[in-house]
């Protein structure tokens, strides 16, 4: 038995990893070549912060790392699994990524690791290979393994897992079925995914869908690229881009100015690099997939889609906008009493400012419950008029009507003829593409809210009829590649781009007894949605 003191010393070198990179120490070889001990930078601490907690907090680890090129995580992840193995009994740590040459790359890490630490700290090696180190004393050991086989790690039972660049592996269910299946769910055992974005599709992306939205037991750990202190730059000779402004008021204002210039300057010097081939739009798309601002920007950019990153990160910084003389439209995308989703959104838009979005969630006698909600917004924020999606939300409409409020709403289907037929093939077109025009213009609101910016990013890019109506693709189409989910709070937010709405003159507020809640045009006698029946009608 050791010395109290040396026993210290000896739990502080198998429950602090820090500690362990900088005592044993681990080496490893920096950007330059150069043989030097491990010390974290900004991300890998961040990564390790969020991590043991997660382990304090539950007992094991389960994570999705998405994150830029170079950051540093892959290193940090077989420092960590290394140093179970290399100081807990008993442990299997398991170890997969999307190409052999990378899988050689990451084994010869931890083969640095083991080579380069005090004799003394280090355990006896054992009958070990290309791929393995087994430690017999502790009988623990390291496996490493290609995704491009399916049975890898299939046998057996491990104890901790990492996956390298999940989302480029082309078989990725099947390693889900298999070798991730060999992690028990125990305390003390890990499951972590790293990767950068490929693209609205594939299980990574569908498991940070899912923790994005807050289901299920792992969370997502986001790493921006500005964490890292060499992505830098002193010079640039190309033009400055047009959203610089807004992107660094949005994601460097915690730097000094003269840090952002040489963050921005990095920025276009990349942006410019990849615009080679494609041209500049191809270049901002390209370097929001690899460098990403968030995690909505990652997976966005790796497509086409309908909205723009860069006018939408621009639209959440624009925090100053008002538009005060605008009416006030509301947006009620219900679930309904039904078969629809599990909650309802209500969308608030003045003008060029989304100003809120509330959450109804699912409950008995749900159309009730929305047309309270709505009559309240009503009456005390003083919407001027309400759009329902009568798919699920006819029973809202019609309570509504019945409580007095008939001319405050309106029920479209998204199905119905579009207000200018001759141009989109239906209402829901019209209003998406409208919305993708208002967003994309520039000189907008719309609140940083991650579940609508995720709803966004997987609209594609619309389409053309044979005789030159635009559309969207069908909303379940859309749903194969959102794992299935239904995009809320875009629907809402469309929603209040219906119709033409002009503000109540007369102050009312609609109910019992009320005139036309103020939608007397000033100086005519015609309602400003006078039109809306005209089309409907057909024209008739």
């Known amino acids: 038995m050791l010395p109290p003191e040396l026993a210290a010393i000896d739990a502080q070198y198998t429950n602090d990893l820090l500690y362990f990179m900088r005592e044993a120490p681990m080496k490893v070889l920096d950007k330059q070549g150069k043989l030097v001990t491990f010390v974290p930078n900004?991300?890998?601490?961040?990564?390790?912060?969020?991590?043991?907690?997660?382990?304090?907090?539950?007992?094991?680890?389960?994570?999705?790392?998405?994150?830029?090129?170079?950051?540093g995580c892959s290193l940090y992840m077989t420092a960590r699994n290394a140093h179970k193995t290399l100081r807990k009994p008993g442990t299997s740590a398991l170890l997969i990524s999307h190409q052999g040459i990378a899988t050689g790359q990451l084994f010869a890490m931890v083969d640095r690791y083991v080579n380069h630490m005090d004799p003394r700290l280090r355990p006896e090696i054992g009958a070990s290979n290309r791929n393995q180190l087994y430690f017999s004393a502790l009988e623990s050991r390291f496996?490493?393994?290609?995704a491009g086989n399916e049975d890898v790690g299939r046998s057996?039972?491990?104890?901790?897992?990492?996956?390298s660049e999940t989302a480029y592996t082309d078989n990725d269910l099947a390693i889900q079925d298999g070798a991730m299946q060999t992690i028990p769910d125990l305390p003390g055992t890990e499951i972590v995914l790293e990767s950068t974005a490929n693209g609205p599709r594939g299980l990574f992306y569908t498991m940070c869908q899912e923790a994005l939205h807050g289901r299920g037991n792992y969370q997502l750990i986001f790493i921006p690229w500005w964490w890292l202190d060499e992505y830098e730059a002193a010079t640039s000779t190309y033009e400055a881009l047009e959203d610089e402004a807004a992107y660094s008021k949005e994601n460097l204002s915690d730097y000094p100015p003269a840090v952002v210039e040489r963050k921005i300057k990095w920025r276009r010097n990349k942006i410019y690099e990849f615009s080679a081939e494609g041209g500049l739009k191809a270049g901002l798309r390209k370097f929001r997939m690899i460098y990403p601002a968030d995690p909505i920007e990652a997976f966005q950019a790796s497509g086409d889609g309908l909205?723009?990153?860069?006018?939408?990160?621009?639209?959440?910084?624009n925090i100053a906008l008002t538009d005060e003389a605008a009416p006030l439209i509301m947006g009620i995308d219900s679930a309904g009493n039904g078969g629809g989703g599990d909650r309802t959104v209500i969308t608030l838009r003045r003008g060029r400012v989304i100003e809120e979005f509330?959450?109804?969630?699912?409950?008995?006698?749900?159309?009730?419950?929305?047309a309270g909600v709505a009559i309240r917004l009503i009456r005390e924020r003083g919407v001027d008029m309400g759009f329902i999606d009568v798919g699920y939300g006819h029973g809202t409409y019609d309570r509504m009507c019945e409580l007095g409020f008939r001319n405050r709403v309106i029920g479209v289907s998204f199905g119905e003829g579009a207000l200018r037929p001759d141009v989109y093939m239906n209402k829901r077109s019209e209003m998406i593409i409208t919305m993708a025009g208002w967003i994309n213009g520039g000189d907008v609101r719309?609140?940083?809210?991650e579940e609508f910016h995720a709803d966004l990013a997987v609209i594609p890019q619309e389409q053309t009829t044979s005789d030159g109506k635009r559309y969207i693709v069908p909303k379940k189409d859309i749903k194969k590649v959102y794992n299935g989910k239904s995009t809320d709070y875009l629907d809402s937010a469309a929603l209040t781009?219906?119709?033409?709405?002009?503000?109540?003159?007369?102050?009312a507020v609609g109910g019992a007894g009320s005139n036309n809640g103020g939608w007397v045009k000033k100086n005519?006698?015609?309602?400003?949605?006078?039109s809306e029946n005209f089309f409907r009608r057909g024209g008739k």
């Not at 496996?143 to 290609?146: F, P, S, W, Y």
């Not at 057996?156 to 996956?163: D, L, M, P, S, Y």
């Open 42 to 71: 900004k991300a890998q601490r961040y990564l390790h912060a969020k991590l043991e907690e997660q382990l304090r907090l539950t007992g094991m680890v389960r994570a999705l790392i998405l994150k830029g090129r170079q950051e």
């Open 143 to 146: 496996t490493v393994g290609t």
């Open 156 to 163: 057996g039972t491990n104890q901790i897992f990492h996956w």
């Open 307 to 317: 909205f723009e990153p860069g006018a939408i990160t621009a639209a959440q910084a």
């Open 358 to 370: 509330i959450k109804v969630p699912k409950q008995q006698n749900m159309d009730m419950a929305v």
């Open 446 to 449: 719309i609140p940083k809210n």
């Open 497 to 507: 781009f219906a119709y033409p709405v002009r503000r109540s003159v007369s102050g």
């Open 524 to 530: 005519s006698g015609k309602s400003p949605l006078s």
